[in-house]
């Protein structure tokens, strides 16, 4: 497929309609503020989805900056455009999500014009799209994950590992081992600090999320799994101080880089996908994870006496709702780990 086009070479038109959408004041003028709600991520994907149109459209029929962004999504070019991001060989999914981009950035963009068949052509497309790989011959049980995790840390004090790499190892042995008890998304694990978003109570810990933090948009909190409380414990006194020193910037985060930093997202997400396919073959992801978390209560407790999208953070609540989903998100945390007691 051609190669996506970046902001700065969209039409000048694009460009105006795209920033105006996403200005926090809608009442100014029409348009505006149309995207202002999006997540930085939400903004990047339909972005990225809509430079991927731009680049398309110019390889076949040339972008005319005398047509507005509206104008130049026919329906006979959706459906070519459709037609060879189907022949290039993209999964469903992706398919799906290229379009999904494609309607969000002109349904902003340009509300007033009939753009709206592009997003029910993606929402059908995602109900109908299927997996381009098998994710059960992928699935490992979630003991072997915690226990990768334990592997990890223990390596740190059995296996004499030469100057930063003991610190890394037991930083990533924990890092696995909290993901594979709570299936937190990796921009959450990412983001942990130090009594911000991990706070000290009694002799607990707790990881607590604002809504704005979290993709659902609700606040989520939950203990911090008992059994990694000494784990904590030790990263916190004896291994983290030993990465924080290689860096001149002091910094809450809870998970640190060889160099002393803050680890983003990306990162956290390589150190799970090399340390899974090293223990396993084949790595495994974070939506992985969660699946892996899903399928195994779904089989231990063919009764649903486990709520699994309380476990996983999935059930949408309102005021009247809060308390009692919160509540039933602690139980639902409770039973999971007693599954993972019991494989």
């Known amino acids: 497929m051609p190669a996506c086009w970046p902001i ?3 039409p000048s038109g694009d460009q105006t309609a795209w920033i105006r959408a996403a200005e926090s004041d809608p009442l100014a003028r029409e348009g505006q503020g149309a995207s202002s709600h999006w997540r930085a991520t939400t903004r990047r994907f339909v972005q990225i989805g809509y430079g991927n149109w731009l680049g398309w459209l110019d390889a076949r029929h040339c972008v005319s900056p005398d047509e507005t962004a509206a104008q130049r999504a026919t329906v006979e070019r959706v459906r070519e455009y459709l037609t060879e991001l189907t022949e290039a060989g993209l999964a469903d999914y992706t398919r799906a999500g290229r379009l999904q981009a494609l309607g969000d ?23 109908e799209a299927r997996p381009l790989r098998d994710l059960n011959g992928r699935l490992r049980p979630a003991n072997e994950i915690l226990e990768l995790g334990y592997q990890l840390m223990h390596s740190a004090d059995t296996d004499h590992l030469p100057g930063v790499r003991r610190p890394i190892a037991f930083r990533d042995g924990l890092l696995i081992a909290l993901w594979a008890c709570r299936m937190l998304r990796v921009a959450n694990l990412s983001q942990m600090t130090i009594d911000g978003h991990l706070k000290r109570t009694g002799d607990r810990h707790r990881l607590e999320f604002t809504a704005a933090e979290m993709k659902q948009r609700r606040p989520w ?12 414990a030790e990263y916190v006194a004896d291994y983290r101080p030993l990465l924080a020193a290689r860096s001149n910037t002091a910094s809450k985060a809870l998970w640190l880089s060889q160099f002393g930093t803050p680890m983003p997202p990306a990162s956290v997400a390589q150190i799970i996908k090399l340390r899974t396919t090293a223990a396993f073959g084949q790595s495994i992801s974070s939506h992985l994870m969660r699946h892996i978390a899903a399928t195994g209560l779904a089989e231990a407790y063919t009764n649903s006496s486990i709520d699994i999208a309380a476990v996983l953070g999935h059930t949408a609540i309102d005021t009247a709702e809060k308390h009692y989903i919160l509540g039933r998100g602690v139980a639902a945390v409770r039973g999971y780990n007693a599954f993972l007691d019991t494989i």
Do not use: D, Y
């Not at 002109?106 to 497309?125: D, Q, V, Y």
């Not at 909190?221 to 904590?232: D, F, I, M, N």
């Open 8 to 10: 700065s070479k969209w």
């Open 105 to 127: 950035a002109l349904r902003t963009m340009c509300p007033e014009c009939p753009t709206a068949f592009i997003g029910k052509l993606a929402g059908r497309m995602f109900a």
């Open 221 to 232: 909190g939950c203990s911090w799994p008992e059994r990694l409380e000494h784990a904590l």
